[in-house]
C-alpha cells in the first residue's frame, strides 16, 4: 500500500510505494532557532520544546506508516570555513583557526543527543553517530588533502562520502 510522505519544505505530499526505511539527516540546531521564536512565552515561564515536539510528531507519523527510522547524529560543526581558511593556509601560510574536538562536539550538541538517545532507548530509531569518524580526538577537516566540509557545518558531498562510506553502509 502507498505510503503518503510529507515534504516539509514547501508542504507537498506524495505516494511513494515500498519505503521500508527513512533516514533523517539535517543540522539538529535547536538552541539557537527556539531562542528566537519562543521569547514571548519566556514572559510566561513557559518554553515547549519546539525540536522534540516537532521530532516525535514526525516519528509518529512515520512509525503509523511502518517505517524504520534512523537518524544521523549532528555533523560536528566547524565553525568556521573549512576550503577558504585551507586554502589561506595553502597559499599565503596563515594558520588555521582551533578545530573542535570530539569532547567539543559532545558538549555542544548534548541537549539533541540526549532527546535522541531516549528515542533510541525507546527503540523508536536508530541512532548514527558520525562524531567518532569525524573527531576522534579531534574533527577532521580534510581527507586525501581535500577539505571534507563545503562551509564550517555542511560536509562536502564527494569527499566526504569516500570518508563515510563504511560508516553509513
Same mark, same amino acid.
Given at each position: 500500500?502507498?505510503?503518503? *510522505? /510529507? ?11 515500498? /519505503?521500508?526505511?527513512? /533516514?533523517?539527516? $539535517? ?9 528566537? +521564536? ?10 515547549? !520544546? ?6 516525535? #510528531?514526525?516519528?509518529?507519523? +512515520?512509525?503509523?506508516?511502518?517505517? !524504520? /527510522?534512523? *537518524?544521523?547524529? !549532528? *555533523?560536528? %560543526?566547524? &565553525?568556521?570555513?573549512?576550503? =577558504? ?5 595553502? #597559499? $599565503? &601560510?596563515? =594558520?588555521?583557526?582551533? @578545530?573542535? =574536538? ?12 540526549? @532527546?535522541?538517545? %531516549?528515542?533510541?532507548?525507546?527503540? +523508536?530509531?536508530?541512532?548514527?553517530? +558520525? ?6 580526538? =579531534? ?6 588533502? #581535500? ?11 564527494? !569527499? ?10
Amino acid at each position: 500500500q502507498p505510503v503518503k *510522505i /510529507i515534504d516539509a519544505g514547501p508542504v507537498k505530499t506524495v505516494d511513494v510505494l515500498y /519505503i521500508k526505511k527513512v /533516514i533523517l539527516v $539535517f543540522r539538529w540546531n535547536y538552541p539557537e532557532a527556539e531562542k528566537q +521564536l519562543f521569547r514571548d512565552f519566556e514572559q510566561n515561564n513557559e518554553k515547549p !520544546n519546539l525540536f522534540e515536539l516537532g521530532l516525535n #510528531r514526525t516519528i509518529d507519523f +512515520l512509525k503509523n506508516q511502518q517505517l !524504520n /527510522i534512523t *537518524i544521523v547524529e !549532528n *555533523i560536528p %560543526e566547524i &565553525g568556521w570555513d573549512v576550503p =577558504s581558511k585551507m586554502l589561506n593556509k595553502e #597559499r $599565503f &601560510g596563515l =594558520s588555521l583557526p582551533p @578545530i573542535p =574536538s570530539l569532547k567539543d562536539t559532545k558538549i555542544a550538541n548534548s541537549e539533541i543527543n540526549e @532527546i535522541l538517545t %531516549e528515542l533510541e532507548s525507546k527503540r +523508536l530509531v536508530e541512532i548514527v553517530s +558520525l562524531n567518532d569518524v569525524l573527531c576522534a580526538p =579531534s574533527c577532521r577537516i580534510e581527507y586525501q588533502g #581535500r577539505p571534507i566540509y563545503r562551509d564550517g557545518h555542511h560536509l562536502a558531498a564527494k !569527499n566526504a562520502t569516500v570518508l563515510l562510506k563504511d560508516t553509513l553502509a
